[in-house]
């Protein structure tokens, strides 16, 4: 709702009796999008657009009868700038009410100041980065953190497949760095040790990896956990690590859910079998809400579309907006929307979520993922369940998560 809405709510409630403006007229909520539609992380944009689409879709009924109205700008890179700038606009130009969306740290990150500034509250869809809450009063997170995954993956892998000795090899920018100390904390705690960490080029190009992962083999560790930011990047990994014949070579592949994305799946062929990952959505969860969401999706995108975990967080993060909506009656104010979120409870195809009252930040099940053949297809099965992981970054303090 922007300030002429507004102007007319309060002179039309100082004009009418008390008591009878209670049942006011729906709003118009305008929800400013910022998401890679364009480039190498097109796909990305893509899925969480279409999940939050898909909702809108399916539950009209859960926004109050209030009218949605998405604007979306292009952040096109990983850069931050242009994130940057589009918010900007958003918030001054166009008065959303709400800001979603955000794939990318940086972007996340550098839009961050402008929400505080605007007073406009900022729903991140992907962005993993665990401090990334921290930056803003105004921000709450639907999607994950690279701890999530990478903590509990760090003890599992010393528990319980045998990674006495790991390396690690991630892109080197915010979300990378995080997921190495986290995957990095959780073996040391456990009793492993780190051999190597191996910064493996940017977010945006795709680089070779032969290099870094021939770095990694003349180490020898049992295991290599490996972070890219998913798509083209995570079927390159799977590629090299076969074509260098790390299988043979007796170190086992293990990594965040983001190197077994399930849009990329089908492309890994069988050296993705046996590769163990940790992450909290797969398109072949076993549930209720995830088989209607599947059939839903195919039945809108097409058979061969498949959902994945930023289509899942396009979905939730909508679910999150409708009752933000709803519990301020589509007067939208940043306080108002972070206090309908704190303790927001919700059933999602991932399963059971909550947005924690304290940190604005989701909790959710961390799930081990095995790849499986099945039907002569690649599949992902669930083997184990960390349940409920809330950021173990920030419950355990460390470095910006303070
Ligand atoms: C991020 O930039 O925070 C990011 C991007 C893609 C991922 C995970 C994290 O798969």
Redesign the pocket.
């Known amino acids: 709702m922007g300030p002429t809405h507004k102007l007319r709510r309060a002179v039309m409630a100082a004009l009418l009796p008390a008591g009878l403006i209670t049942t006011a007229a729906a709003e118009e909520v305008k929800i400013g999008v910022v998401l890679t539609y364009s480039g190498g992380?097109a796909s990305?944009g893509e899925q969480i657009d279409r999940g939050m689409n898909l909702y809108l879709k399916q539950h009209p009924e859960a926004f109050g009868g209030h009218e949605v109205k998405l604007i979306k700008r292009d952040s096109k890179r990983?850069g931050g700038d242009i994130a940057k700038n589009a918010v900007q606009e958003l918030i001054t130009r166009e008065k959303v009410d709400i800001l979603a969306g955000f794939?990318?740290?940086?972007?996340?990150m550098a839009s961050a100041p402008l929400a505080t500034q605007g007073k406009v509250p900022m729903i991140v869809m992907?962005?993993?980065?665990a401090w990334?809450p921290n930056l803003s009063p105004y921000i709450a997170r639907v999607s994950?953190t690279?701890w999530h995954s990478g903590y509990p993956m760090g003890k599992y892998a010393h528990d319980r497949l045998g990674c006495g000795t790991a390396a690690v090899g991630y892109t080197d920018?915010?979300?990378g760095k995080d997921s190495l100390n986290a995957f990095k904390t959780g073996l040391e705690e456990a009793g492993g040790k780190l051999l190597d960490a191996v910064p493996m080029g940017g977010?945006r190009e795709v680089p070779d990896f032969t290099p870094f992962f021939q770095r990694v083999k003349d180490k020898g560790p049992n295991c290599f956990y490996v972070?890219?930011?998913?798509?083209n990047h995570?079927a390159a990994v799977v590629k090299t690590y076969a074509a260098l014949g790390m299988r043979d070579a007796g170190i086992r592949l293990i990594g965040?859910g983001?190197i077994t994305?399930d849009t990329k799946l089908q492309g890994m062929g069988d050296a993705a079998l046996d590769m163990i990952t940790m992450h909290h959505y797969a398109a072949d969860y076993d549930n209720p809400q995830n088989r209607a969401f599947v059939a839903a999706w195919k039945a809108e995108y097409g058979a061969d579309s498949t959902t994945d975990?930023?289509a899942v967080q396009g979905w939730d993060g909508m679910a999150a907006i409708a009752h933000a909506i709803t519990a301020q009656n589509g007067d939208i104010s940043a306080e108002g929307t972070i206090a309908a979120l704190a303790g927001w409870t919700f059933d999602s195809p991932r399963g059971r979520i909550m947005i924690d009252a304290e940190t604005r930040d989701i909790v959710h099940d961390a799930n081990v993922h095995r790849i499986v053949k099945k039907d002569g297809r690649l599949a992902i099965q669930v083997i184990d369940t960390v349940p409920q992981v809330k950021d173990p970054c920030k419950a355990l303090k460390i470095g910006k998560c303070k």
């Open positions: 992380a990305f990983p794939v990318f740290s940086p972007n996340a992907n962005a993993g980065t990334i994950f690279m920018y915010p979300p977010p972070f890219v930011p998913a798509g995570a965040p983001d994305q975990f930023m």
